[in-house]
């Protein structure tokens, strides 16, 4: 009699486990197109070193290995007047979310409670008078840099295809389009991200001066 067929085991593969050792955090305050070494972190004390990325020269602060360092050490940047600087996230070298990062640190457990960020919306912001010219845009970039704008502005119409202007102020803004209309300021939007400035996002302009986009919608509805 014929030994019995015996059907072989299959096994699904499984995915290598991820490497958490390479994670950090790091607090960006600024990007330009060509290096500015001797002037940055002008507006801070903290020690700021750049990266080269996405043909950017990219001012950061720090390599932290906990989230709360760098959120406490961007709270710090803001009080001294860098608004728009935020945390970025990488592991072994790959950027990736904070929110990622969070999660391959705590594998699986219940993620620890992180400090609290001082809103960049709320630093300072001018309040809009009645008569007030008030319009949406898009902010492509900001630097502290003291230099002649007309380079960065130059290299950001270059990059999106479309009309670039500046705020001088501590850091510099830059910002394309002006609109009444939430749809049209929002594709002009989409737009930007597309020609690869994944970190662009909407405001308000009052009288030439930076204002949230809640309140500039706000004042747009009156």
């Known amino acids: ?57 990219k001012h950061r602060i720090g390599k932290f290995r906990d989230l709360n360092e760098a959120i406490n050490t961007k709270n710090s940047v803001f009080a001294k ?15 990736i979310s904070v929110g990622e990062a969070r999660k391959l640190q705590a594998g699986g457990a219940a993620p620890a409670p992180i400090a609290a960020e001082i809103p960049a919306a709320k630093a300072k912001a001018p309040k809009i008078k009645k008569k007030s010219a008030v319009f949406l845009s898009v902010q492509v970039g900001a630097n502290v ?24 102020g501590a850091p510099i803004r830059y910002y394309s389009g002006e609109f009444t209309d939430k749809n049209a ?14 970190t662009a996002f909407l405001v308000g302009i009052a009288d030439g001066k ?11 509805a009156k």
């Open 185 to 198: 300021a929002e594709k002009h939007l989409s737009k930007i991200k597309g020609a690869g400035i994944e």
């Open 1 to 57: 009699m014929p030994a019995p067929v015996v059907a072989p085991v299959i096994t699904k593969p499984v995915a290598p486990p991820v490497k958490v050792d390479g994670i950090y955090y790091a607090v960006q305050i600024g990007a330009l197109g060509r290096d500015e070494s001797a002037v940055r972190g002008e507006k801070v004390a903290e020690t700021v070193y750049i990266v080269m990325e996405d043909g950017l020269f």
């Open 81 to 95: 007047g860098v608004t728009d600087a935020f945390i970025v996230a990488y592991a072994d070298g790959n950027k």
């Open 145 to 168: 840099s003291n230099a002649d704008p007309i380079y960065e502005i130059a290299k950001y119409e270059n990059t999106i295809g479309a009309e670039v202007h500046a705020i001088q």
């Open 210 to 220: 930076r204002v949230s986009y809640e309140e500039a919608l706000e004042f747009l």
